[in-house]
């Protein structure tokens, strides 16, 4: 038996499974071969609430996180919202969430907004009366969530009043009254619960659950499910900023958010959220800063603006104040200017929580450059023992690129990629301001694309390009923020463009070349003057390599008479019948838009990597036949590639779906110790239909999914869809040129 299969031939195909299948249109396939449609984000998204409840099971919940800054801003607010107070530390949240989110979706409600008191998700609890912060908690209640007479006097403790370690669902509504009372908070329900409580026998009770469910839809039923808002992204971001430029910047005479921006890529985390997020695989783009701070107010617009110029359609924004600067007993005050509210701010020497930041860094940011040197500036704690633990003090805005596997062409660990900190100010990134030869607005810009400029920690979306004459062969999907060189060759060589040409068949290296950071200081003072300078430079090494093939030019191609040369197929097709791959459905025809049996995938499968059957297989399924696929069922059944559909049946004449097609490529590349690895895709959780997926198929999804192999199309994996011929030939010619 024959199993050897190159690497070269193995990414061709995991290329042609992201290209070709998850695309059933055959236009679609034949337009997008090599182009990365402008939907398509080169960024992760992280699902904090999937990862940290275990119990929700729910990809498409209704939650979304709120940090002390926009808590605030919901309940200033018009409209109702449903609110949860409770975190992933605390029991009863752990308990009850999964049944909250199927409540709400059962009502109709689309969003929940959850607030944990613990800002640091651990220990640092608000709601704790002991706490040297639990103002910034009680002040909370007394404004927003009392209800008052008239005259603007509590009649009431209100039940937000204690919620330490407590699940405290409710309905707010700031305008909402009892009689002439001003009664904020309209229903709730709230508890101190343990999954104990959902169980008999150690087992989930349905009566239970659906008692409490009952309770929950009963909560919800204070308002209309239409009347129910959420707010959008834009308005958590685009009031802060304008509003505290007005401290900072008042000359200047107009806001940083004008209505020009789009829809803002900014989303708030909370520091549990942010840890989370930074321990999880992915490439994030992560900015540290916020809306008191003047050098934020001046980046915050062009982060904006290059985002959409590179596709990034989110980025993670992280306060080291916790609270945002945010004093709720003064913000309707005229003069209240946040940037003077330090109590929160984390990144301190002498903060009782400064521990948050150091472990942060020191954790996660393992190779950050800052301009404060860490051996003068920096941020330190003790730990247990009275030792120093210290961290590089970085200045906010710090915009960085982020992969926690990233390692650099040495192979040194080296999760940031690359990041800007420049302390401009509104006033001074004008597009029109220049002093001493330097433009801060177009230093930023320069910088920005600098940074986005690689957004991944290895190459992926190159493509080898048969050459037609000579040595004209290519690499697309190529940018010039990559070099190359041949797999034999010692120097690497910039790429110039969008594809690397004029290259002979054979193997390539292709990285990310070395790239500069960009510090302060931006400024230089002498004799009472300070002065503009340009901004340093800090390295950043080349990343890893990744290899990829020019194949050799097709042979001639056999014909079919249902298979024009204009197909997108019309090459596939015609190679693998040349090579003898794959045959027509009889002399003539090859009915490329017929769907692909189990049997006929599965011998495609085997031959593609080179698996040949015994001459006769002494265990086969009972529904084998005598036929072309007998021996190859019995091969597939000996490695362990498939166990079939039960009762030693493998029904090789149903049409396969995605998920049995997946978890045979996914058993064959474990077979051969191929596995793919990587962490370019999403989480599984973040497509609507992966409640779908059968369990027998979940590990092949996980795998594909993380690695980026499948992509999905329109937010969906299809797990029970169908391939058509067509669609499969041109996923085994991807990878039979790529020899």
């Known amino acids: ?132 912060f639990a103002s910034l908690y009680t002040d909370l209640v007394a404004k927003y969530l009392t209800e008052k007479d008239a005259s603007g006097n509590a009649v009431a ?50 009566a239970k659950a659906g008692a409490f469910k009952a309770q929950v839809k009963d909560v919800f039923g204070a308002a209309p499910a239409a009347d129910y808002k959420t707010i959008a992204s834009n308005d958590f971001i685009e009031p802060a900023f304008n509003k505290n430029v007005k401290f900072n910047s008042p000359n200047v005479g107009r806001d940083i958010f004008d209505g020009t921006d789009g829809q803002l890529v900014f989303e708030h985390v909370t520091y549990h959220e942010l840890t989370k997020l930074l321990g ?101 704690y003790k730990d247990a023992n009275g030792k120093d633990v210290v961290a590089n003090k970085l200045q906010v805005p710090y915009l960085y690129v982020y992969n926690k596997d990233n390692k650099d062409a040495a192979g040194k660990s080296a999760p940031i990629l690359g990041h800007v900190e420049l302390m401009y100010s509104w006033t001074n990134i004008q597009p029109d301001y220049k002093s001493n030869g330097v433009s801060p607005n177009a230093t930023y810009k320069t910088a920005l694309d600098k940074l986005f400029s690689r957004l991944e920690s290895v190459p992926s979306g190159l493509t080898g390009v048969a050459p037609t004459t000579g040595n004209n062969g290519q690499i697309t999907g190529a940018n010039a923020a990559l070099e190359y060189k041949a797999a034999s060759a010692t120097d690497y060589a910039p790429v110039t463009g969008t594809a690397i040409t004029g290259l002979a068949p054979g193997t390539y290296n292709v990285r990310y070349a070395a790239k500069p950071g960009f510090n302060g200081p931006i400024s230089s003072k002498a004799d009472g003057v300070t002065t503009l300078i340009a901004p340093a430079q800090v390295p950043y090494a080349a990343g890893q390599s990744v290899n990829v093939t020019v194949p050799e030019a097709a042979p001639a191609n056999a014909s079919f008479a249902d298979v024009p040369s204009s197909a997108w197929y019309s090459e596939a097709v015609g190679y693998l019948a040349a090579n003898g791959i794959a045959s027509g459905t009889d002399a003539t025809h090859y009915s490329p838009s017929a769907n692909v049996t189990r049997g006929q995938f599965l011998v495609l499968l085997l031959k593609a990597y080179g698996i040949e059957p015994n001459e006769t297989e002494a265990s086969n399924f009972a529904d084998a036949g005598d036929t072309y696929y007998t021996n190859y069922l019995g091969a597939a059944k000996r490695l362990g590639i498939t166990t079939g559909l039960g009762d030693n049946l493998y029904a090789p004449s149903k049409a396969i779906t995605r998920q049995d097609l997946f978890t045979l490529l996914y058993r064959a590349l474990d077979v051969l110790g191929k596995l793919p690895a990587g962490d370019a895709g999403p989480a599984l959780s973040s497509f609507a239909d992966a409640g779908q997926i059968p369990g027998y198929a979940g590990d092949a999804f996980r795998a594909l999914v993380k690695s980026g192999v499948v992509t999905g199309s329109d937010g969906k994996l299809n ?15 991807n990878l039979l040129s790529n020899k």
């Open 1 to 132: 038996m024959r199993t050897s299969v190159s690497a070269a031939r193995l990414v061709a195909l995991l290329l042609a499974l992201i290209l070709s299948i998850p695309v059933l249109s055959a236009n679609a396939a034949a337009t997008n071969a090599t182009a990365v449609p402008d939907s398509v984000s080169p960024v992760s998204h992280f699902d904090y609430f999937s990862d940290v409840y275990p119990n929700l099971k729910d990809a498409g919940h209704v939650f979304k996180t709120a940090t002390y800054e926009d808590i605030a801003h919901i309940f200033e607010s018009a409209g109702t919202y449903a609110v949860l107070f409770g975190g992933a530390s605390v029991p009863s949240t752990q308990a009850e969430i999964g049944y909250i989110d199927q409540a709400a979706k059962a009502y109709g409600i689309s969003t929940i907004y959850n607030f944990d008191t613990k800002l640091d998700g651990v220990s640092l609890d608000l709601a704790d009366s002991a706490s040297p």
């Open 157 to 206: 403790t209100s039940p937000a009043a204690d919620v330490k370690n407590q699940t405290f669902l409710f309905i707010y509504n700031k305008d909402h009254k009892n009689d002439a009372n001003s009664q904020p908070i309209v229903k709730f329900i709230k508890n101190g619960s343990s999954a104990a409580d959902f169980q008999t026998g150690g087992t989930e009770d349905a």
């Open 280 to 380: 999880s695989e992915g490439n994030y783009v992560i900015l540290f800063g916020g809306s008191w701070c003047p050098n934020t107010q001046a980046a915050i617009k062009f982060i904006n603006e290059y985002a959409h110029k590179y596709k990034v359609d989110k980025v993670y924004m992280w306060d080291p104040r916790l609270d945002a600067g945010v004093d709720v007993t003064k913000t309707d005050l005229p003069t209240f200017d946040s940037h003077e509210n330090d109590r929160l701010m984390v990144r301190g020497t002498g903060h009782p929580y400064a521990n948050l930041y150091v472990d942060l860094v020191n954790t996660y940011l393992t190779n950050i450059q800052t301009q404060y040197v860490k051996d003068t500036t920096n941020v330190t």
């Open 719 to 733: 797990p029970a869809g169908l391939s058509t011929r067509a669609e499969v030939a041109q996923v085994l010619y």
